[in-house]
Protein backbone atom coordinates (compact mmCIF):
# COMPACT_ATOMS: atom_id res chain seq x y z
CA UNK A 1 0.00 0.00 0.00
CA UNK A 2 1.33 4.05 -1.14
CA UNK A 3 1.67 6.42 1.29
CA UNK A 4 -0.91 8.10 -1.18
CA UNK A 5 -3.21 5.56 -0.63
CA UNK A 6 -2.85 5.47 3.25
CA UNK A 7 -3.21 9.16 3.14
CA UNK A 8 -6.96 8.61 1.14
CA UNK A 9 -8.29 6.42 3.41
CA UNK A 10 -7.26 8.71 6.28
CA UNK A 11 -8.75 11.55 4.58
CA UNK A 12 -11.96 9.88 4.10
CA UNK A 13 -12.92 9.79 7.50
CA UNK A 14 -12.85 13.38 8.05
CA UNK A 15 -15.29 14.48 5.05
CA UNK A 16 -16.06 18.32 5.90
CA UNK A 17 -13.97 20.26 4.07
CA UNK A 18 -13.38 23.07 6.26
CA UNK A 19 -10.52 23.10 9.17
CA UNK A 20 -11.11 20.58 11.75
CA UNK A 21 -10.09 22.37 14.53
CA UNK A 22 -10.41 26.15 15.90
CA UNK A 23 -10.91 27.48 12.30
CA UNK A 24 -8.65 30.01 10.01
CA UNK A 25 -6.82 31.70 12.95
CA UNK A 26 -5.51 28.13 14.62
CA UNK A 27 -4.92 27.06 10.47
CA UNK A 28 -3.14 29.91 10.10
CA UNK A 29 -0.70 29.63 13.28
CA UNK A 30 -0.31 25.94 12.43
CA UNK A 31 0.59 26.83 9.04
CA UNK A 32 2.97 29.29 10.08
CA UNK A 33 5.00 26.73 12.84
CA UNK A 34 5.08 23.63 9.82
CA UNK A 35 6.73 26.35 7.72
CA UNK A 36 9.42 26.80 10.48
CA UNK A 37 9.85 23.09 10.80
CA UNK A 38 9.65 22.07 6.85
CA UNK A 39 11.93 24.85 6.20
CA UNK A 40 14.46 24.11 8.86
CA UNK A 41 14.68 20.03 8.43
CA UNK A 42 14.17 19.80 4.15
CA UNK A 43 16.16 23.18 2.93
CA UNK A 44 18.26 24.97 5.49
CA UNK A 45 19.70 21.55 7.63
CA UNK A 46 21.57 20.14 4.61
CA UNK A 47 23.03 23.74 4.28
CA UNK A 48 24.68 23.53 7.68
CA UNK A 49 25.23 19.50 7.76
CA UNK A 50 27.33 20.05 4.23
CA UNK A 51 30.38 20.12 5.52
CA UNK A 52 30.39 17.63 8.21
CA UNK A 53 28.75 15.14 5.33
CA UNK A 54 31.63 15.56 3.12
CA UNK A 55 34.50 15.21 6.28
CA UNK A 56 32.96 12.00 7.49
CA UNK A 57 32.27 10.39 3.95
CA UNK A 58 34.77 11.32 1.95
CA UNK A 59 32.62 12.63 -0.64
CA UNK A 60 34.01 16.32 -2.14
CA UNK A 61 32.12 19.62 -1.15
CA UNK A 62 30.76 19.97 -4.85
CA UNK A 63 29.84 16.09 -5.01
CA UNK A 64 27.54 17.00 -2.23
CA UNK A 65 26.37 20.36 -3.16
CA UNK A 66 25.46 18.92 -6.80
CA UNK A 67 23.25 16.47 -5.15
CA UNK A 68 21.70 19.06 -3.10
CA UNK A 69 21.49 21.45 -5.99
CA UNK A 70 19.57 18.08 -7.93
CA UNK A 71 17.32 18.45 -4.96
CA UNK A 72 16.19 21.87 -5.71
CA UNK A 73 15.74 21.37 -9.45
CA UNK A 74 13.37 18.37 -8.36
CA UNK A 75 11.17 20.28 -6.26
CA UNK A 76 11.04 22.92 -9.27
CA UNK A 77 9.85 20.14 -11.61
CA UNK A 78 7.30 18.57 -9.13
CA UNK A 79 6.14 22.35 -8.10
CA UNK A 80 3.86 22.26 -11.90
CA UNK A 81 2.32 18.79 -10.83
CA UNK A 82 1.96 19.55 -7.01
CA UNK A 83 0.44 22.52 -7.77
CA UNK A 84 -2.97 21.03 -9.54
CA UNK A 85 -3.00 18.45 -7.01
CA UNK A 86 -2.97 20.91 -4.31
CA UNK A 87 -6.39 22.77 -6.16
CA UNK A 88 -8.00 19.06 -5.73
CA UNK A 89 -7.10 17.62 -2.50
CA UNK A 90 -4.93 19.86 -0.66
CA UNK A 91 -4.89 17.80 2.83
CA UNK A 92 -3.83 14.48 1.22
CA UNK A 93 -0.82 16.46 -0.56
CA UNK A 94 0.50 17.88 2.23
CA UNK A 95 0.26 15.36 4.29
CA UNK A 96 1.89 12.94 1.99
CA UNK A 97 4.63 15.65 1.53
CA UNK A 98 5.40 15.44 4.91
CA UNK A 99 5.98 11.63 5.01
CA UNK A 100 7.92 11.57 1.91
CA UNK A 101 10.03 14.75 3.39
CA UNK A 102 10.56 12.26 6.35
CA UNK A 103 11.55 9.03 4.51
CA UNK A 104 13.70 11.10 2.45
CA UNK A 105 15.41 12.56 5.42
CA UNK A 106 15.68 9.28 6.52
CA UNK A 107 17.13 7.79 3.23
CA UNK A 108 19.96 10.49 3.25
CA UNK A 109 20.99 9.55 6.83
CA UNK A 110 21.36 5.47 5.52
CA UNK A 111 22.58 5.99 2.26
CA UNK A 112 26.55 5.02 1.96
CA UNK A 113 27.37 6.42 -1.32
CA UNK A 114 27.01 9.39 -3.02
CA UNK A 115 24.54 8.17 -5.45
CA UNK A 116 21.96 7.09 -2.78
CA UNK A 117 22.49 10.14 -0.83
CA UNK A 118 21.42 12.23 -4.14
CA UNK A 119 18.50 9.76 -5.21
CA UNK A 120 17.35 10.59 -1.11
CA UNK A 121 17.47 14.00 -1.77
CA UNK A 122 16.25 14.04 -4.96
CA UNK A 123 13.04 12.68 -3.52
CA UNK A 124 13.46 15.26 -0.68
CA UNK A 125 12.60 17.64 -3.37
CA UNK A 126 9.81 16.53 -4.52
CA UNK A 127 8.73 16.80 -0.77
CA UNK A 128 9.55 20.62 -0.69
CA UNK A 129 7.30 21.21 -3.55
CA UNK A 130 4.79 19.50 -1.84
CA UNK A 131 4.88 21.39 1.72
CA UNK A 132 6.94 24.85 1.74
CA UNK A 133 6.12 28.02 0.00
CA UNK A 134 3.98 27.29 -3.00
CA UNK A 135 2.38 24.44 -1.10
CA UNK A 136 1.28 26.98 1.53
CA UNK A 137 0.85 29.80 -0.92
CA UNK A 138 -1.93 27.79 -2.66
CA UNK A 139 -3.48 26.73 0.48
CA UNK A 140 -3.42 30.09 1.86
CA UNK A 141 -4.85 31.84 -1.22
CA UNK A 142 -7.87 29.30 -1.62
CA UNK A 143 -8.69 29.30 2.49
CA UNK A 144 -8.68 33.35 2.58
CA UNK A 145 -9.48 34.26 -1.23
CA UNK A 146 -9.68 37.90 -1.18
CA UNK A 147 -7.88 38.54 2.29
CA UNK A 148 -4.94 36.40 1.78
CA UNK A 149 -2.09 39.32 1.79
CA UNK A 150 -1.66 39.37 5.20
CA UNK A 151 -1.79 35.39 6.03
CA UNK A 152 0.85 35.17 3.21
CA UNK A 153 2.88 37.80 4.87
CA UNK A 154 3.03 36.45 8.27
CA UNK A 155 3.71 32.64 6.90
CA UNK A 156 6.77 34.06 5.22
CA UNK A 157 7.80 35.86 7.99
CA UNK A 158 7.59 32.58 9.97
CA UNK A 159 9.19 31.35 7.20
CA UNK A 160 12.09 32.89 7.61
CA UNK A 161 12.66 32.33 11.34
CA UNK A 162 13.52 28.71 10.13
CA UNK A 163 17.32 29.18 9.67
CA UNK A 164 17.69 31.15 12.84
CA UNK A 165 16.26 28.06 15.09
CA UNK A 166 16.98 24.96 12.46
CA UNK A 167 20.54 26.39 11.59
CA UNK A 168 22.35 26.17 15.27
CA UNK A 169 19.98 23.58 16.32
CA UNK A 170 21.66 21.23 13.42
CA UNK A 171 24.83 22.53 13.72
CA UNK A 172 24.71 21.32 17.90
CA UNK A 173 23.61 17.88 16.55
CA UNK A 174 25.77 17.48 13.83
CA UNK A 175 28.72 17.99 16.51
CA UNK A 176 27.07 16.06 19.09
CA UNK A 177 25.78 12.92 17.55
CA UNK A 178 26.48 13.24 13.67
CA UNK A 179 24.77 14.08 10.78
CA UNK A 180 23.35 10.63 10.52
CA UNK A 181 21.86 10.71 13.94
CA UNK A 182 21.25 14.59 13.61
CA UNK A 183 19.17 13.86 10.35
CA UNK A 184 17.34 11.37 11.75
CA UNK A 185 15.90 13.72 14.67
CA UNK A 186 15.16 15.98 12.23
CA UNK A 187 13.10 13.32 10.55
CA UNK A 188 10.78 12.52 13.32
CA UNK A 189 10.75 16.11 14.55
CA UNK A 190 9.72 16.93 11.00
CA UNK A 191 6.85 14.27 10.89
CA UNK A 192 6.00 14.82 14.27
CA UNK A 193 5.06 18.39 13.67
CA UNK A 194 3.36 18.28 9.88
CA UNK A 195 1.65 14.93 9.45
CA UNK A 196 -0.53 15.51 12.51
CA UNK A 197 -0.83 19.60 12.13
CA UNK A 198 -2.00 19.10 8.45
CA UNK A 199 -4.40 16.04 8.76
CA UNK A 200 -6.03 18.31 11.52
CA UNK A 201 -5.94 21.41 9.92
CA UNK A 202 -5.55 22.03 6.08
CA UNK A 203 -8.61 21.21 4.06
CA UNK A 204 -9.91 18.13 2.25
CA UNK A 205 -11.50 19.77 -0.71
CA UNK A 206 -11.92 23.62 -1.66
CA UNK A 207 -15.47 24.05 -1.42
CA UNK A 208 -15.58 27.37 -3.72
CA UNK A 209 -14.26 25.83 -6.14
CA UNK A 210 -16.41 25.06 -9.05
CA UNK A 211 -16.68 21.79 -11.22
CA UNK A 212 -13.15 20.73 -12.63
CA UNK A 213 -14.01 21.45 -16.06
CA UNK A 214 -14.48 24.98 -15.17
CA UNK A 215 -11.40 24.93 -13.25
CA UNK A 216 -8.90 23.66 -16.13
CA UNK A 217 -11.34 26.54 -18.01
CA UNK A 218 -9.60 29.10 -16.56
CA UNK A 219 -6.22 27.70 -16.32
CA UNK A 220 -5.94 26.66 -20.33
CA UNK A 221 -6.97 30.26 -20.95
CA UNK A 222 -4.23 31.86 -18.32
CA UNK A 223 -1.84 29.34 -20.12
CA UNK A 224 -2.96 30.42 -23.50
CA UNK A 225 -2.10 33.88 -23.22
CA UNK A 226 1.44 35.98 -24.13
CA UNK A 227 0.87 37.65 -20.85
CA UNK A 228 1.33 34.37 -18.45
CA UNK A 229 4.52 33.92 -20.59
CA UNK A 230 6.23 37.29 -20.06
CA UNK A 231 5.34 37.25 -16.38
CA UNK A 232 6.34 33.90 -15.86
CA UNK A 233 9.87 34.83 -17.37
CA UNK A 234 9.91 38.55 -15.65
CA UNK A 235 10.01 37.03 -12.52
CA UNK A 236 12.31 34.49 -13.18
CA UNK A 237 14.40 36.81 -14.09
CA UNK A 238 13.76 39.14 -11.11
CA UNK A 239 14.23 35.91 -8.79
CA UNK A 240 17.73 34.49 -10.62
CA UNK A 241 19.30 37.80 -10.33
CA UNK A 242 18.65 38.49 -6.87
CA UNK A 243 19.32 35.21 -5.78
CA UNK A 244 22.65 35.22 -7.78
CA UNK A 245 23.90 38.32 -5.87
CA UNK A 246 22.45 37.84 -2.41
CA UNK A 247 23.36 34.21 -2.22
CA UNK A 248 26.98 35.25 -3.20
CA UNK A 249 27.36 37.90 -1.04
CA UNK A 250 30.20 36.62 1.29
CA UNK A 251 32.94 35.76 -1.25
CA UNK A 252 31.91 38.79 -3.08
CA UNK A 253 32.02 41.24 0.48
CA UNK A 254 35.52 39.65 1.11
CA UNK A 255 36.44 40.55 -2.40
CA UNK A 256 35.87 44.44 -1.86
CA UNK A 257 38.56 43.76 1.79
CA UNK A 258 36.12 42.94 4.73
CA UNK A 259 37.20 40.02 7.00
CA UNK A 260 35.08 37.26 6.82
CA UNK A 261 32.89 37.80 9.99
CA UNK A 262 31.81 40.80 8.33
CA UNK A 263 31.33 39.61 5.31
CA UNK A 264 28.97 37.17 7.36
CA UNK A 265 27.31 40.16 8.86
CA UNK A 266 26.61 41.08 4.71
CA UNK A 267 24.50 38.25 4.81
CA UNK A 268 22.96 38.27 7.89
CA UNK A 269 21.85 41.96 6.74
CA UNK A 270 20.44 40.62 3.78
CA UNK A 271 18.37 38.17 6.03
CA UNK A 272 17.09 40.55 8.27
CA UNK A 273 16.37 43.17 5.06
CA UNK A 274 14.04 40.56 3.73
CA UNK A 275 11.97 40.41 6.63
CA UNK A 276 12.15 44.18 6.71
CA UNK A 277 10.55 43.33 3.31
CA UNK A 278 8.27 41.59 3.89
CA UNK A 279 6.42 43.94 6.61
CA UNK A 280 6.79 46.49 4.10
CA UNK A 281 4.65 45.00 1.42
CA UNK A 282 2.17 44.26 3.79
CA UNK A 283 1.85 47.50 5.16
CA UNK A 284 1.57 49.51 1.24
CA UNK A 285 -1.92 49.91 -0.11
CA UNK A 286 -2.02 47.43 -3.08
CA UNK A 287 -4.78 49.21 -4.61
CA UNK A 288 -2.76 49.62 -8.09
CA UNK A 289 -2.33 47.55 -10.85
CA UNK A 290 -0.47 44.08 -10.44
CA UNK A 291 2.30 45.02 -12.13
CA UNK A 292 3.04 47.98 -10.21
CA UNK A 293 4.32 45.42 -7.36
CA UNK A 294 7.01 43.57 -9.36
CA UNK A 295 8.25 46.48 -11.89
CA UNK A 296 9.15 48.48 -8.30
CA UNK A 297 11.01 45.11 -7.14
CA UNK A 298 12.99 45.31 -10.56
CA UNK A 299 13.80 49.06 -10.18
CA UNK A 300 15.21 48.74 -6.67
CA UNK A 301 16.70 45.70 -6.68
CA UNK A 302 18.52 46.99 -9.93
CA UNK A 303 19.69 50.09 -7.56
CA UNK A 304 20.18 48.05 -4.58
CA UNK A 305 22.49 45.61 -6.46
CA UNK A 306 24.34 47.82 -8.48
CA UNK A 307 24.95 50.19 -5.03
CA UNK A 308 26.53 46.62 -3.75
CA UNK A 309 28.64 46.65 -6.67
CA UNK A 310 30.17 49.91 -6.51
CA UNK A 311 30.09 50.30 -2.70
CA UNK A 312 33.76 50.02 -0.98
CA UNK A 313 32.99 51.73 2.73
CA UNK A 314 31.52 48.76 5.20
CA UNK A 315 28.16 51.18 6.16
CA UNK A 316 27.43 51.45 1.98
CA UNK A 317 28.19 47.65 1.68
CA UNK A 318 25.73 46.65 4.74
CA UNK A 319 22.85 49.78 3.42
CA UNK A 320 22.98 48.03 0.42
CA UNK A 321 22.67 44.52 1.70
CA UNK A 322 19.64 45.79 3.79
CA UNK A 323 18.12 46.90 0.64
CA UNK A 324 18.39 44.00 -1.79
CA UNK A 325 17.59 41.36 1.34
CA UNK A 326 14.25 44.17 1.17
CA UNK A 327 13.80 43.80 -2.75
CA UNK A 328 14.13 40.48 -2.10
CA UNK A 329 12.17 39.84 0.87
CA UNK A 330 8.72 41.30 -0.91
CA UNK A 331 9.60 39.73 -4.44
CA UNK A 332 8.73 36.63 -2.66
CA UNK A 333 4.91 38.03 -1.42
CA UNK A 334 5.08 39.29 -5.22
CA UNK A 335 5.24 36.07 -6.57
CA UNK A 336 2.49 34.65 -4.13
CA UNK A 337 0.43 37.21 -4.91
CA UNK A 338 1.02 37.31 -8.74
CA UNK A 339 -1.33 34.77 -9.99
CA UNK A 340 -4.32 35.63 -8.04
CA UNK A 341 -3.71 39.31 -8.72
CA UNK A 342 -4.34 38.81 -12.28
CA UNK A 343 -6.12 35.16 -13.57
CA UNK A 344 -8.32 35.16 -9.22
CA UNK A 345 -7.76 32.51 -7.56
CA UNK A 346 -10.26 29.53 -9.00
CA UNK A 347 -6.69 27.44 -10.92
CA UNK A 348 -4.55 29.18 -8.69
CA UNK A 349 -2.41 25.92 -7.60
CA UNK A 350 -2.02 24.69 -10.97
CA UNK A 351 -0.81 28.23 -12.66
CA UNK A 352 1.38 29.01 -9.43
CA UNK A 353 3.17 25.03 -10.10
CA UNK A 354 3.72 26.02 -13.83
CA UNK A 355 4.71 29.75 -12.92
CA UNK A 356 7.16 28.66 -10.23
CA UNK A 357 8.95 25.73 -11.59
CA UNK A 358 11.11 28.08 -13.90
CA UNK A 359 11.64 30.31 -10.76
CA UNK A 360 12.87 27.62 -8.68
CA UNK A 361 14.93 25.82 -11.05
CA UNK A 362 16.75 28.98 -12.11
CA UNK A 363 16.97 30.27 -8.51
CA UNK A 364 17.94 26.36 -7.57
CA UNK A 365 21.31 27.30 -10.36
CA UNK A 366 21.61 31.22 -9.18
CA UNK A 367 24.61 30.84 -7.10
CA UNK A 368 26.47 28.41 -9.09
CA UNK A 369 26.31 30.80 -11.78
CA UNK A 370 27.41 33.58 -10.08
CA UNK A 371 30.83 31.65 -8.65
CA UNK A 372 30.84 30.38 -12.74
CA UNK A 373 30.96 34.28 -13.70
CA UNK A 374 33.05 35.36 -11.09
CA UNK A 375 35.38 32.85 -12.13
CA UNK A 376 35.25 34.25 -15.82
CA UNK A 377 34.86 37.80 -15.27
CA UNK A 378 37.59 37.89 -12.65
CA UNK A 379 35.45 39.76 -10.21
CA UNK A 380 32.48 39.63 -8.12
CA UNK A 381 31.55 43.17 -9.01
CA UNK A 382 31.21 42.34 -12.62
CA UNK A 383 28.58 39.47 -11.28
CA UNK A 384 26.73 42.16 -9.39
CA UNK A 385 26.65 44.55 -12.09
CA UNK A 386 25.18 42.39 -14.72
CA UNK A 387 22.54 40.93 -11.92
CA UNK A 388 21.25 44.39 -11.67
CA UNK A 389 21.13 44.85 -15.42
CA UNK A 390 19.20 41.31 -15.55
CA UNK A 391 16.90 42.77 -12.46
CA UNK A 392 15.93 45.88 -14.50
CA UNK A 393 15.08 43.73 -17.45
CA UNK A 394 12.47 41.66 -15.65
CA UNK A 395 11.02 44.24 -13.69
CA UNK A 396 10.66 46.47 -17.18
CA UNK A 397 9.45 42.89 -18.81
CA UNK A 398 6.58 42.58 -16.69
CA UNK A 399 5.42 46.69 -17.45
CA UNK A 400 1.79 46.59 -18.36
CA UNK A 401 1.49 43.26 -17.42
Avoid at 11 to 30: E, F, M, V
Avoid at 106 to 129: E, Y
Avoid at 183 to 203: C, D, K, Q, R, W
Amino acid sequence: MTVTDLVDRSCARSTHPSLSISGKGAGLLAMAITQIVAWGALYYAVLVAAPAIAGDTGWTDREVFLAITAGLLSSAVCAIAVGRWLDRHPRRVMVSGAVLGTLAMLGAAASQNIWTFAAAWIVCGAAQAAVLYQAAFTVITHRYRSDRRGPLTLVTLAGGLASTIFAPLTGWLVVEVGWRVAFAILAVILAGVLVPVYFLTVERVWPHLEASAATNGASRRALQSTRFWLLTVALALLSFSLGAATLSAVPASVEKGLDLPSASWVLGLIGAGQILGRVLYLAVPHRSAPWIAPAVVGALGAASLAGYAVAREPGWIFAAAILAGAVRGAFTLVQASAVSDRWGTTAYGRLNGMLAAPISALTALAPGAAAVLAGLWGSYQAVSLSMAAICLAGGLLVVRR
